[in-house]
């Protein structure tokens, strides 16, 4: 099956991580952070719904559940736990990759409605429709995974955010204990947005916890 599929989906052109347990695959989507999971329900250690509630802890990737067994309960279970579609066996890959079109295209337009939008905290500006960034007016340039902290910071403003969950978000759970990351990257921000980079106005350690960016939020569509 998994020779079946790696051929079907490398030929639409997808880049394919193949996993032969659910720990491996759990460990492989940490490291990848894919843009899909394809998931059989029958695995060697766990099951479907094990698998994807997992996975839900952490990503909103979708996931396609594929199924022996055109089983009501089985089908409703693995949806419950946060699985987006399901296959039942035996399929055809035309079927299995309209399907896989369709999840894509969602998750590109939810992706596109929730970065369609600016936030403000005090000084500090966030564009993500332009992907831009600013200080009291000033544009400021970032690198990728800047933009992608300082994001996800600003969607949090006011919040404390401990190391495992900025550090998930913005690297993937398998860098969750390598805070050495965060630290220089908070530091690269404060000396981009912060007057005085020393004394923090914004970007504030939570000694031993995490971090937190400090500020009422407003939206702007």
Same mark, same amino acid.
């Given at each position: 099956?998994?020779?079946?599929?790696?051929?079907?989906?490398?030929?639409?052109?997808?880049?394919?991580?193949?996993?032969?347990?659910?720990?491996?695959?759990?460990?492989?989507?940490?490291?990848?952070?894919?843009?899909?999971?394809?998931?059989?329900?029958?695995?060697?250690?766990?099951?479907?719904?094990?698998?994807?509630?997992?996975?839900?802890?952490?990503?909103?990737?979708?996931?396609?559940?594929?199924?022996?067994?055109?089983?009501?309960?089985?089908?409703?279970?693995?949806?419950?736990?946060?699985?987006?579609?399901?296959?039942? @066996?035996?399929?055809?890959?035309?079927?299995?990759?309209? !399907?896989?079109?369709?999840?894509?295209?969602?998750?590109?337009?939810?992706?596109?409605?929730?970065?369609?939008?600016?936030?403000?905290?005090?000084?500090?500006?966030?564009?993500?429709?332009? !992907?831009?960034?600013?200080?009291?007016?000033?544009?400021?340039?970032?690198?990728?995974?800047?933009?992608?902290?300082?994001? #996800?910071? #600003?969607?949090?403003?006011? @919040?404390?955010?401990?190391?495992?969950?900025?550090?998930?978000?913005?690297?993937?759970?398998?860098?969750? @204990?390598?805070?050495?990351?965060?630290?220089?990257?908070?530091?690269?921000?404060?000396? @981009?947005?912060?007057?005085?980079?020393?004394?923090?106005?914004?970007?504030?350690?939570?000694?031993?916890?995490?971090?937190?960016?400090?500020?009422?939020?407003? !939206?702007?569509?």
């Amino acid at each position: 099956m998994r020779r079946y599929l790696r051929a079907a989906l490398a030929g639409e052109g997808l880049r394919v991580v193949e996993a032969e347990t659910g720990t491996e695959a759990l460990a492989q989507a940490s490291g990848h952070n894919p843009d899909l999971v394809l998931l059989d329900f029958k695995l060697p250690d766990m099951n479907g719904m094990q698998v994807t509630s997992k996975l839900r802890e952490w990503t909103a990737a979708p996931i396609l559940v594929l199924s022996v067994h055109d089983e009501e309960a089985e089908i409703v279970a693995v949806l419950d736990a946060g699985a987006n579609d399901y296959l039942a @066996k035996p399929f055809g890959p035309r079927e299995l990759l309209a !399907r896989i079109r369709v999840l894509l295209r969602q998750a590109q337009r939810a992706d596109a409605s929730s970065m369609n939008s600016v936030l403000e905290v005090g000084d500090l500006r966030i564009d993500f429709a332009e !992907r831009l960034a600013f200080v009291a007016g000033r544009e400021i340039r970032l690198t990728p995974t800047q933009y992608r902290l300082f994001g #996800m910071l #600003m969607r949090n403003a006011g @919040k404390v955010l401990t190391h495992e969950q900025i550090i998930s978000a913005v690297w993937g759970p398998s860098h969750a @204990k390598e805070t050495q990351y965060l630290r220089v990257y908070i530091g690269q921000l404060r000396r @981009k947005f912060e007057a005085e980079p020393a004394r923090p106005r914004y970007f504030l350690t939570m000694s031993g916890v995490g971090y937190r960016l400090r500020g009422g939020m407003e !939206r702007t569509n």
